[in-house]
């Protein structure tokens, strides 16, 4: 069994039919050189790498895990050499700024070479891929003299970033952490605190790694608002960028955890580790979201990554597996049963992992051309962009992550008992995969911040964009046969925001109440709008006539499965969700037993 093969076919027509990306690259200064010949050419090759270095290494890495000795990390036999690769080949530096030593690659294509390096191996492409948020966090908000120091090794990746918020009495909630920064005479800070659960804290793949480290001030106010944002690398480094002496950071242990068991999830301890003050003081939680909204549309990725692997894995199975006979007669008939996929239960599985699949990359893909838009765009556009994507953001993170994890467990229940035998990899990919919807922020945060934050505190001003997006969508293609139900589905969408903005103004708990089953609704609202969209672009090119006519009837076939199959959940959904918060606080937290 291949271990994994990039769909580029379907990654074309998102780039170049759906989403027209060609157009998009011209119409923005920094990407005019990006070409579907120059994207073509890259996807290609990161495949190749992919394929034929980081996919061999997903289950060896699994099985052998990290390796902590005396606060050192060793990782996976294969994993440092292949990092090697990795960086003589110039990958790091495809999306960063050419005055940092980057090639000035459009985010949106970085975003596509992710999720082919995850889908091979997505323990592996945790350590690089950590680093883009700190770059970015770094490029907006650091100081020249601190981009000319870290920012060009990182993006050369001889250097790799982390990401430092966690400590062990507050997770979610940043405004009780404790670590401390206190000013030093040259300028610099000594910080100490201990940071848990660090993706890629300590490792031996790159000769230093920049953490990007929450921690107070002396004079800090409470809460939130007396947050700094400081880098403290593992290596202290001059002026000049060059190694000087081991800092005081140190990992204490690394976890022993259900999954991605390739990753090195670390303690950090800071005992009075030299740090650098990244943008203004007390303001570091607004610098920090820089790195998190990058890290949530990553986490994102992971979830159709996840689908991608589970749907290829078990596709592959159902095709060669003999059990049973077709209720409808033998299909198999020179053979003692038919293949399993002939079964309807088996179909129903494979669809909806294709479904979530291929939509969710049609959402990332969305994303990616949003992104390129603030970063590359005249203001208006890139002001009207950065308000779309924060909307969807939260759906994109929660959502894809939530279905992702319902495909790789459809994935390793298409092999049967099989499936959860360590040998076919299908059980790591759902253990892989559950943490998605823990880490930058769990499923129930994303709800609160989409409904609370994002819809109802703008009056539903933040999600009209994108609703009226999908409305004109159905009115200028009334003939397509799945416009009546995502329109209606669209309606639906406004009229529940105002219900619950309405129960909501007598109890604030109504909020909470009915947050994560608006977001999933808007989850599936979303995917139905992008696979009706992909059906009309199939049906398109199907009239005027293609030698392809079987890659463009499936996306039909599959679009009108996920109408008929999947988009229907929102009607449960919005019975579920306009309940009311009393049948979940009605039990004391007392009379709660066991």
């Keep these: 069994m291949a271990e994994y093969k990039a769909p580029l076919r379907d990654m074309q027509f998102n780039l170049f039919e759906l989403f027209d990306y060609e157009q998009h690259w011209q119409s923005l200064p920094p990407y005019q050189d990006c070409s579907r010949d120059v994207a073509e050419a890259i996807i290609g090759e990161c495949a190749k790498f992919s394929e034929n270095v980081l996919a061999p290494l997903n289950q060896s890495g699994d099985k052998e895990g990290c390796r902590w000795e005396d606060g050192q990390v060793f990782t996976p036999k294969g994993f440092k050499e292949a990092y090697q690769q990795y960086i003589e080949a110039g990958w790091p530096s495809m999306e960063h700024s050419p005055e940092y030593g980057g090639q000035g690659l459009p985010s949106s294509l970085g975003l596509l070479l992710s999720e082919i390096k995850g889908t091979a191996n997505w323990s592996w492409n945790m350590y690089p891929g950590l680093s883009h948020g700190a770059m970015k966090t770094l490029m907006a908000h650091g100081t020249e003299e601190q981009k000319e120091i870290y920012l060009t090794k990182m993006v050369s990746g001889e250097w790799t970033g982390t990401m430092c918020l966690t400590e062990a009495h507050c997770g979610t909630d940043l405004g009780m952490l404790r670590t401390k920064a206190e000013p030093n005479a040259d300028g610099s800070y000594s910080i100490s605190g201990t940071k848990i659960f660090i993706s890629a804290g300590e490792h031996d793949m790159a000769e230093n790694i920049i953490h990007i480290v929450l921690a107070r001030l002396p004079d800090a106010p409470a809460g939130t608002k007396g947050i700094s944002l400081f880098i403290v690398p593992k290596f202290n480094v001059s002026d000049s960028g060059d190694i000087i002496d081991r800092n005081g950071v140190n990992c204490g242990s690394i976890e022993h955890k259900m999954g991605i068991h390739a990753n090195a999830t670390c303690v950090l301890n800071f005992d009075n580790a030299k740090g650098y003050l990244i943008g203004e003081p007390n303001k570091g939680l607004n610098a920090m979201f820089t790195f998190m909204n990058t890290a949530r549309l990553g986490t994102a990725l992971q979830g159709v990554a996840h689908?991608?692997?589970?749907?290829?894995?078990?596709l592959e199975y159902a095709r060669e597996r003999l059990q049973m006979r077709s209720l409808s007669g033998p299909k198999n008939p020179e053979g003692p049963a038919d293949p399993i996929i002939v079964h309807p239960n088996v179909r129903r599985m494979l669809l909806t992992q294709k479904a979530f699949a291929e939509g969710g990359r049609m959402l990332i893909n969305y994303c990616g051309k949003l992104v390129d838009t603030i970063d590359g765009g005249e203001e208006d556009a890139a002001k009207e962009a950065d308000q779309k994507l924060a909307f969807i953001t939260p759906i994109a993170k929660a959502f894809l992550t939530e279905v992702g994890f319902e495909s790789a467990n459809l994935g390793m229940q298409c092999f049967g008992g099989h499936g959860y035998i360590a040998e076919w990899g299908a059980e790591q990919n759902v253990r892989d995969c559950r943490i998605s919807m823990l880490y930058e922020g769990t499923t129930g945060i994303q709800a609160l911040d989409l409904l609370g934050r994002k819809v109802l505190m703008s009056q539903g001003e933040v999600m009209k964009p994108f609703t009226k997006e999908i409305h004109v969508f159905c009115k200028e293609n009334e003939d397509n046969p799945l416009v009546p139900q995502l329109a209606?589905?669209?309606?639906?969408?406004?009229?529940?925001?105002?219900?619950?903005?309405?129960?909501?103004m007598d109890n604030k708990d109504e909020v909470g109440a009915a947050s994560v089953d608006y977001l999933?609704?808007?989850?599936?609202?979303?995917?139905?709008y992008f696979w009706a969209l992909a059906a009309n672009k199939a049906q398109a090119v199907l009239d005027a006539g293609t030698g392809e006519e079987a890659f463009y009837e499936a996306k039909i076939k599959t679009a009108n499965f996920y109408f008929a199959r999947i988009l229907p959940r929102i009607e449960t959904l919005a019975t579920t969700m306009v309940s009311g918060a009393d049948n979940l606080l009605a039990l004391d937290s007392e009379d709660f037993s066991f």
């Design 307 to 314: 689908a991608e692997m589970g749907f290829q894995k078990s």
């Design 520 to 528: 999933m609704m808007s989850g599936y609202i979303t995917l139905g």
């Design 488 to 504: 209606a589905a669209n309606k639906r969408w406004g009229e529940l925001t105002m219900e619950i903005g309405m129960k909501a």
